[in-house]
């Protein structure tokens, strides 16, 4: 079978504008919670998130640019040039018909969207629409900038399972390497979703933590007194390249993908299955396709998006999946970044990734009152990073919808 690597990664987070800051500020435990500054928020039950922090369109992009491209395209474009940096790709080396891109988001252009539509509804009723509005607000249309900015005419496409989308589109991208239908895939995901309108329906859905005085300690995954999640916003980006062409060209290669499951747990519209049972079959797909059993797993970065029911169900699952298994590393990065929806499994997959390679596992922070039924079952360290030595990383992302997606990565060993 044709292996699949990652010889490129870039990082836009609210912890980190670039992937040396990310990944230093996730071992150090720093949260990326604050007030938010985006929009007025004396009317609504949460008034904070993870907001980029120092983010300037204009240092990026110029003034027509901007007009174009929605924030979470920006977002998307910011993540891959680093990426292609980090990975030394000159494209016009290469055969662009066999290099693609599988880019996900979960909301697409919803900034766009509210934007135009207020205007529209606080005017005389004339129509007054952006020329770009369409394009903007089209969920898929980061993956085609993209395509258009490198000129890659490989395969190209969003897929979208709400907060399981990166994920999906990473699994995507192995596959159609695998299968030899491309050598190199630009994948990843990318989320700009802090507005009214994310902010006031995910506080009409209760699935948002009401922690106003206490921003940066409010998401606790797996504490008895999690109250949800906190909103996050940013993109990962992933080069994956088979490894044959990889090696040709004297990449430096950071892990490598060995399997991924996507499953559904065909239960209810928002929330996860009570004993986790598409997470089990998420699970031991990505693990019967990566040759491993559960033993051999050292570390898993769970969804725990610090939901009463979500972080439960998911831990029910683990211990279905993996029994009782102290050496086992489980942690929670949404404690320090915030749920990035659609973009979410992209930067936790590249926690997965640094890892491995470093030898370090990032904590949880927060949790200072573990689920009891859970506190003995797995090591959960808190606080602050703990080196050890890994092979194998899961990475899991549930979306609204029943939506499961798993990735295992593997420490790259030539």
Request: hydrophobic content about 40%; some cysteine.
């Amino acid at each position: 079978m044709r292996r699949v690597v990652i010889t490129g990664i870039g990082a836009l987070t609210p912890i980190g504008n670039n992937l040396t800051d990310y990944w230093t500020n996730l071992k150090n435990g720093v949260s990326g919670a604050a007030p938010i500054t985006k929009f007025d928020t004396s009317k609504f039950k949460t008034t904070f998130a993870c907001e980029l922090k120092n983010f300037d369109p204009k240092d990026h992009f110029d003034v027509k640019e901007i007009r174009k491209y929605d924030s979470f395209s920006q977002y998307a474009l910011v993540a891959v040039a680093e990426a292609v940096e980090h990975g030394k790709i000159d494209f016009d080396t290469l055969n662009k018909d066999r290099i693609g891109v599988i880019w996900g988001s979960g909301n697409g252009g919803i900034q766009t969207f509210q934007d135009q539509m207020m205007e529209f509804c606080s005017g005389d009723g004339t129509p007054r629409f952006t020329p770009y509005f369409i394009p903007r607000i089209l969920v898929d249309i980061a993956s085609g900038i993209i395509s258009i900015k490198y000129g890659l005419r490989g395969v190209n496409f969003c897929p979208v399972s709400a907060c399981a989308t990166s994920n999906t589109a990473l699994i995507e991208a192995f596959n159609y390497i695998k299968w030899d239908k491309a050598d190199m895939i630009i994948s990843g995901g990318s989320e700009a979703a802090i507005n009214q309108s994310a902010i006031g329906g995910f506080s009409s859905a209760k699935a948002l933590s009401t922690r106003n005085d206490s921003p940066e300690t409010a998401s606790r995954p797996f504490d008895i007194n999690r109250d949800g999640f906190v909103m996050g916003e940013g993109a990962g980006a992933m080069i994956l390249e088979e490894y044959e062409h990889a090696k040709r060209r004297g990449a430096i290669i950071y892990g490598e993908i060995v399997g991924g499951g996507m499953a559904a747990d065909a239960y209810h519209l928002t929330g996860t299955h009570p004993e986790g049972d598409g997470a089990v079959l998420g699970m031991v797909e990505a693990m019967r396709e990566a040759g491993i059993t559960a033993e051999q797993v050292d570390y898993i970065n769970m969804h725990a998006t610090s939901t009463p029911q979500g972080d439960n169900s998911e831990l029910i699952a683990a211990k279905r999946v993996f029994g009782n298994h102290k050496s086992l590393s489980v942690s929670a990065t949404k404690s320090m970044t915030g749920h990035l929806l659609g973009a979410a499994g992209a930067i936790e997959g590249i926690a997965c990734v640094m890892a491995l390679k470093e030898g370090m596992v990032p904590p949880t922070i927060n949790t200072t009152d573990m689920e009891p039924d859970f506190n003995e079952l797995f090591d959960f360290p808190m606080g602050k990073a703990k080196a050890k030595e890994m092979t194998y990383a899961m990475s899991n992302t549930f979306g609204f919808g029943g939506h499961i997606a798993s990735v295992v990565f593997k420490k790259f060993e030539d």
